[in-house]
């Protein structure tokens, strides 16, 4: 199964941010141009930038599988798909309880790539977490594959 296989890490900070128009500027010094971004952070005054991966040994044993045993390639993705899913559900319920002890609550994670959150905000995100070990490819895709990056929104 995968998930012995998978050496998880994730990272994830929070930032001040505020919204003007189609800009979601985060602490006064980046901002993301979107629309969809915008309006799923209204109303929020922080936020928390998250990624989480899985790590290379998964995208060795999906590139190894896809040459000796394509159905077990497919049923082996699934189950990454699964757990690093699983790994972000746990941060965002972490995330949750933390902005709760505060009177706050959470958006649910956006992550690039939904609606007109360009894939282009990879690597902004991944140093705004500031986790250790992903990279961003040419084409704005993470390495390993088995990688997240999400924004969520905290509003009290």
Known sequence: MIRDKATPRFAYKEYAMSID?????IDGRTTFVSADLSRHLKGCRQC???????????DR???KLQYTDMA?????????????EEICDNLQEQIA???????????????????????????????????????????????PQKSV????????
């Open 72 to 84: 077990k390639a497919l049923e082996t993705d699934i189950q990454a798909n699964l757990l690093i």
């Open 48 to 58: 928390v930038i998250l990624a989480a991966t899985l790590g290379h040994t998964v």
């Open 97 to 143: 309880k933390q902005a709760l002890d505060k009177g706050h609550q959470i958006t649910n994670r956006y992550g690039v790539g939904y609606g007109d959150f360009l894939l282009e905000n990879q690597s902004t995100l991944l140093r705004l977490s500031g986790i250790k070990g992903i990279t961003v490819t040419d084409s704005n895709l993470l390495l």
């Open 61 to 63: 044993i999906l590139k």
């Open 149 to 156: 990056t999400a924004i969520v929104g905290v509003r009290e």
């Open 21 to 25: 128009g189609d800009k979601v500027v």
